[in-house]
């Protein structure tokens, strides 16, 4: 009896420990659990009293080993052969199938640090139990501070957390935007994990900022549009009303009318005509030249246009140019355009009795070329937004511009491989500064 009770103990401690084992690797199948109980059977079989109080000792002491996370180790073979075979056979495959999942939640892990889209993983009382490197990143914390918090403590965001409930509770996918400091928009879809064991819930956010900042700019662009063209439509009936009511009977006061008329007609055609040539730009389908230019000539060719209107004007207009400019690549008529809208910004919007200095030389980073006033100057607020397409800063409201301009002057220089920049101060003037890369760079 004595024996058997020890053989029935020793089974026991065994079984206890290897369930352990397999329980806390999430590896407690019914296969796993089969081969156990027959190899724990075969060495009970096998043993007689003594040996298997011995045995006992160095499976119950090797199952301990493996619990605590070596899975190496091992049964000696001193006591029993078959006993410790068997153990050891059985430690094997635990092993092989531990390292097996390991294996592949790494890569699975990998996989999610790998991607753009930030996720996160909940449990089913939404603790966060994984969240990948761009979730850390857009809420700015590390994995420590996410991962075993409450979901909410993270992103206390009511329609975000309804979804997480729909999904765990209706295995429900739910859709939500989501608006971030900074104007950081996601999409966040939220899908429940079956078969997941501990990842209930998984919360995927898809940045769509430059999404929504695209369709900001097409609805603007829409509206801007409208709004320019608005303007010089009205003015044009009006004349028309005013001839047909009777003003054609009064020469002097049909040509003015006329002439108004036809200066909105060149506004329309000009703005037309910037619109035609910033969407060819925009697209890569202007035709413009690579070949060798000579800046000098580019800039003297654009000043000498705008010469007549500055001394109408009452201005003062002046050319400074460094000798030995280097050769650029580009197309010499877009560049010219570009100096000329330029020039022509500095000349209306700087009052009688002014200057514009007009400068090139060799920098670092390439040709420079300058256009500088000592007009009205740009307010800060203006600055950062005079390149976009219908922007008017306050100042040229009044001026009759299209305000497509600079966006043009921004596109041409940069499909040459250079930048544009404007500085300024109100009522100091403005600067605006181009460069371009010199052949060869």
């Known amino acids: 009896m004595e024996s058997r009770a020890v053989v029935l103990g020793g089974i026991a401690t065994i079984l206890s420990a290897a369930t352990v084992i397999l329980v806390g690797a999430g590896l407690a199948t019914l296969a796993v659990g089969a081969a156990l109980l027959a190899a724990c059977l075969a060495a009970a079989a096998a043993l007689s009293a ?18 605590e996370g070596d899975l190496s180790a091992r049964v000696p073979l001193s006591h029993s052969q078959g006993a410790s075979v068997a153990f050891n056979d059985m430690a ?25 889209d930030a996720v996160v993983a909940v449990d089913g009382d939404a603790h966060v139990v994984f969240a990948n490197t761009a979730a850390r990143q857009a809420f700015n914390a590390a994995d420590t501070t996410i991962v075993g918090n409450p979901f909410v403590w993270i992103l206390p965001d009511e329609h975000i957390l309804e979804g997480l409930r729909a999904s765990r509770d209706e295995q429900r996918r739910e859709k939500h935007v989501l608006e971030r400091p900074g104007k950081q928009y996601y999409q966040v879809t939220t899908a429940p994990i079956l078969e997941g064991g501990a990842w209930r819930t998984l919360a995927v956010f898809h940045d769509i900022t430059d999404v929504r900042r695209v369709e900001t700019v097409r609805r ?19 004349v028309i009303e005013t ?53 000098e000539r580019v800039v003297r060719d654009a000043v000498s246009r705008l010469e007549p209107r500055a001394q109408k004007q009452g201005l003062e207009l002046t050319v400074r140019i460094d000798d030995d400019l280097p050769v650029v690549i580009g197309d010499a008529e877009h ?22 200095v007009v400068e090139a030389g060799a920098r670092t980073a390439g040709v420079e070329v300058s256009v500088s ?21 306050d100042r040229s409201r009044v001026s009759g511009g299209t305000g497509l301009g600079l966006a043009v002057a921004k596109h041409t220089v940069e499909a040459h491989g250079g930048n544009i920049r ?13 460069t371009l890369p010199v052949a060869g760079s």
């Open 220 to 238: 603007d662009f829409v509206a801007n549009v409208s709004h320019e063209l608005r303007t010089p439509l009205a003015a044009i009936k009006s």
């Open 335 to 356: 560049l010219e355009r570009v100096v000329v809208n330029l020039v022509q910004n500095a000349i209306k919007f700087t009052p009688t009795g002014g200057r514009v």
């Open 50 to 67: 003594k040996q298997m109080s011995a045995t006992t000792r160095e499976l119950t002491d090797a199952v301990g080993r493996i619990a």
């Open 373 to 393: 006033d000592n007009g009205e100057g740009i307010f800060p607020e203006d600055l950062s937004r005079v390149f976009e397409r219908f922007y008017k800063a």
């Open 243 to 295: 001839l047909e009511s009777g003003a054609l009977e009064e020469p002097e006061v049909a040509r003015d009318f006329l002439e108004r008329a036809d200066g909105e007609v060149d506004r329309l055609v000009t703005m037309v005509e910037e619109l035609l040539e910033l969407s060819r730009i925009e697209s890569g389908e202007a035709p413009m030249e690579r070949q060798p230019v000579d800046i």
């Open 422 to 434: 404007a500085e300024s101060e109100p009522g100091k003037g403005a600067t605006f500064v181009l």
């Open 92 to 116: 094997e495959r635990v092993e092989g199938l531990i390292q097996s999942i390991g294996q592949e939640r790494e890569i699975l892990v990998a996989a999610l640090n790998s991607i753009d």
